[in-house]
Structures are given as C-alpha cells and as structure tokens.
C-alpha cells in the first residue's frame, strides 16, 4: 500500500512538472506573439506573423510599383475583359504575378468613398484626399470615376496642417468646424505677422486665414485641411 501511494506521488509530481513547462513555453509564445507589431487593419504591410511571400500591389495607390509590372498586353482578368479606361488606369500599375483585377479594385473602392463622402459634403471628400485619409484619388478619378473631377481640383489647390513653406498670399478656409482649430503666418524673422481665428470659433463657425504677403511659413493645428476661400 505504502508503495502503490509513492508511485502515486511521484507520478503526480512529474505531471506537475511537464505541466508547468507546457505552461512556460505556451506563456512566452504568447508573449513573443504579442510583442511583434501588428500592421494596421487597412495597411499594406503583412502582418509580422505571416511568412507570406506573395507580390503585393504598389504600397500606395498613389505610388506606382517600383520593380517589375505586366505588361499592357497582359492585362487580362481570369473572366470576362477590362474597359478602356481600367485599362489605362492599370497601365503600369500591376507588379507581376498580381491579378490586374485585384488593382483595379483598389482604385475602385477610392472612387466609392470620395463618391460617398462628396455625395454628403463636397467638402469633407476634398479635405479627405487632401489629409491623405483617402489615398489613390487623382488616378482612380482620372480613370474610374470622372464625375469626382470637381472633388480633385479643390482638392489639388489645397493643403493640410503641416506646415507650409511660402504659401500663396490670400485667403483660405478650412474644411473643418473643429473649435480647435488654430493658424499663424510666419514671415523670414520668425516674427507672427498674422494668426487666427480672433476669436474662440464656435461649433459650425466658418474659420478663415488671410495669409499675407511676405509669409515664408503657414502652420495650423486641428484645422484639417485649408483651400483657396
């Protein structure tokens, strides 16, 4: 009986054993899993955990592929056939060995937000494409969606929050209501030669900056984007 309840707990005790090793290695592979950076969800970057070598398109719609592409003649989907004008918006734009049909569905679903967007606020799709929040838009509305050409030029005269060197004198507006929203001029000096709003804006409140001649630097902060007023 002594023997058999020995046995017993020497077995028990190298369970524990093989137990808590298990338990270690589970723990700092989590660990380890956990402390690799992870790529934003809309990012082009693969995932760190993924060891998938497959060819990706250019990393940003507006950036055409810097190695080797198909050639024009080559721009065939699996089924069916390309428009001339998805033709000439892929033109270029497909690394190797990349289904042309998946490219073309990423200047596709830019098309689909600025035409979102713009379908509620003109505005708001401009300063989009001009923060950046909406990338790929001057060829996918080229080609894909000409009705937007409206949206690309105000965008195009526009800019963003960071600063600006030798901005055009004149006035701008931001497309932002945010009450946060702060500018200054700076000419060569340094010296402030305007800023804004004069007063606290309110919720709503157009916001407006008169860049003066001589300016050789334009900074805001929570303005968004600014445009020719």
């Known amino acids: 009986m002594y023997r058999r309840s020995a046995a017993a707990a020497v077995l028990l005790a190298a369970a524990l054993t093989l137990t808590a090793c298990s338990s270690d290695g589970d723990g700092k592979a989590a660990a380890d899993a956990a402390g690799k950076p992870k790529p934003p969800a809309s990012s082009p970057v693969p995932d760190p955990a993924d060891a998938s070598t497959a060819p990706t398109a250019a990393a940003s719609p507006d950036a055409k592929p810097t190695g080797p592409v198909l050639p024009d003649a080559r721009l065939t989907p699996k089924t069916g056939s390309f428009k001339a004008n998805e033709k000439q918006y892929l033109s270029g734009r497909v690394p190797e060995k990349t289904d042309p049909a998946a490219v073309l569905q990423t200047g596709q679903e830019t098309c689909q937000r600025v035409e979102r967007t713009a379908k509620r606020d003109k505005d708001a799709a401009a300063a ?37 060197t030798v901005p055009a004198p ?17 000419g060569k000096d340094g010296a402030v030669l305007a800023s804004g709003p004069e007063t606290p804006p ?28």
């Open 170 to 186: 004149g006035t701008y507006r931001a497309l932002t209501q945010s009450t946060t929203c702060t500018w200054e001029a700076r």
């Open 202 to 229: 309110k919720a709503g409140d157009r916001i407006t900056a008169t860049v003066p001649a001589g300016t050789t630097e334009f900074r805001s902060t929570g303005c968004y984007a600014w445009v020719p007023a």
């Open 128 to 164: 989009a494409i001009i923060s950046g929040d909406v990338t790929g838009a001057k060829d996918a509305i080229e080609f894909l969606c000409p009705e937007q050409k409206p949206v690309l030029a105000v965008a195009e005269k526009g800019f963003g929050d960071s600063p600006r």
